[in-house]
């Protein structure tokens, strides 16, 4: 079951609701628990990808348009794991 948290976490991004710094602090400051979960685990992918999307943002090679269709796919991939 994919946490809820992440997932309202995300869909308020999605929706402009939330920065993008909030959605990085957010997820950084859960680092452990991410890196506790098996490499398959639907929370820990999605909060990498989009972690990993934001770091490229911030080196220039993506832009925060393509940040948010990143998090709108893991929004996604949470969404399959919530119906399983």
């Not at 992440?6 to 710094?21: D, H, P, V």
């Amino acid at each position: 079951m994919a946490d809820e948290n992440l997932y309202r976490l995300l869909k308020e991004y999605i929706a402009g609701e939330r920065s993008l710094f909030e959605v990085q602090d957010w997820i950084s400051s859960r680092e452990q628990r991410w890196a506790s979960l098996p490499r398959s685990d639907s929370d820990r992918r999605a909060a990498g990808s989009v972690m990993l999307a934001a770091y490229e943002l911030d080196a220039g090679d993506r832009d925060e348009q393509s940040v948010v269709e990143i998090a709108r796919q893991a929004l996604k991939e949470l969404e399959g794991a919530q119906r399983v």
